[in-house]
């Protein structure tokens, strides 16, 4: 398969683990406060990916791993904001300003001048985050400055993370990277604001293993995506998963669609394939992948 069309299916592969993922919070969420989520699927992440690491997990404390460490920081502190915008406004308000890192990311290649996306390709990106965010507008009204600030601080670590995931990826196995953010996340949640944590019935147990097992198949096919893909590219395709998070909605919870979020759907399902279409060149015309220093298979 050629890289970009790799990248595209491991992207894609990774919003639909995300939505999953996103629907099994919010099942959670009944049981435990989301900062007690987040801190559960770190667990579950570090207990699943440190056997299979072994002693290659070792790079995580030389200099080497400046970028995967950039990027798991980075990512801590995206969640951290989005958590604390969540606690003291609503989840609609922080998915609007979460949405807003695609275009930060475009903003950041530009002033980087690290593989800058072509004029269409990036009105076709801010297309898509615009809808992201419309989705979620008519409830984001009102808020205080200061979430306000926060959210977009938390957007702007969430493209930090992405453009050191694009370094990271490709010098670290995926399995590597994972770990890093797994192990930034559970060290950061338990100072997200929340209410009292609890300790979690079998099915609030169940659903965190959920949580973490989906969050690493996501996060592992979302490195591999950023080997083979720009930054700006593989960011903006992970807003697809609000595609599937609605047919979720609408199959197991039986949720209607409105006219602005079926127009907001059709402009990201719409910018997805013209991305395909626009970066559909010869395989030379994509970043030649790294050769891997640390762990080659995944």
């Known amino acids: 398969m050629r890289h970009g069309a790799r990248g595209f299916a491991f992207a894609l592969g990774s919003a639909l683990a995300f939505a999953l993922m996103g629907w099994c919070v919010r099942l959670a969420g009944d049981h435990m406060p989301p900062p007690e989520v987040a801190f559960g699927r770190g667990l579950v992440g570090c207990v699943v990916l440190l056997p299979l690491v072994g002693r290659r997990a ?18 801590a502190a995206a969640v951290l904001s989005f958590f604390w915008t969540v606690h003291e ?27 800058p996306p072509r004029l269409r390709l990036c009105g076709v990106i ?24 926060v959210g977009l601080f938390g957007a702007l670590c969430a493209s930090i ?15 590597l990277v994972v770990l890093g953010l797994a192990i930034a996340m559970t060290v950061a949640a338990p100072f997200a604001p929340s209410s009292r944590w609890v300790v979690p019935d079998a099915r609030g147990f169940a659903l965190l293993i959920a949580v973490g097992g989906l969050g690493i198949l996501g996060q592992i096919w ?31 919870q039986g949720r209607p669609v409105t006219l602005q979020a079926g127009i907001a759907y059709a402009v990201i399902a719409v910018g997805a394939a013209s991305i395909q279409w626009i970066e559909r060149r010869p395989s ?9 220093t640390v762990g080659a298979s995944a």
Do not use: C
């Open 58 to 75: 070792m790079v995580l404390v030389t200099r080497r791993s400046l970028w995967l460490w950039v990027r798991s920081v980075a990512g």
């Open 222 to 252: 979302m490195t591999r995506a950023y080997v083979d893909l720009s930054a700006a590219v593989a960011s903006a395709l992970g807003t697809t998963a609000l595609l599937w998070s609605v047919l979720i909605d609408v199959v197991f």
């Open 284 to 292: 030379d015309a994509y970043p030649a992948r790294t050769k891997r």
């Open 126 to 149: 801010l297309a898509m985050t615009a809808a992201a965010v419309l989705l979620n507008l008519d409830e984001s009204s009102g808020v205080s400055g200061l979430v306000l600030g």
């Open 161 to 175: 993370a992405y453009h050191a995931l694009r370094q990271a990826a490709q010098l670290f196995s995926s399995r």
């Open 89 to 115: 406004s609503s989840i609609a308000s922080s998915r609007a300003l979460t949405d807003l890192a695609p275009a930060f990311v475009v903003l950041l290649a530009w002033l980087t001048r690290t593989e």
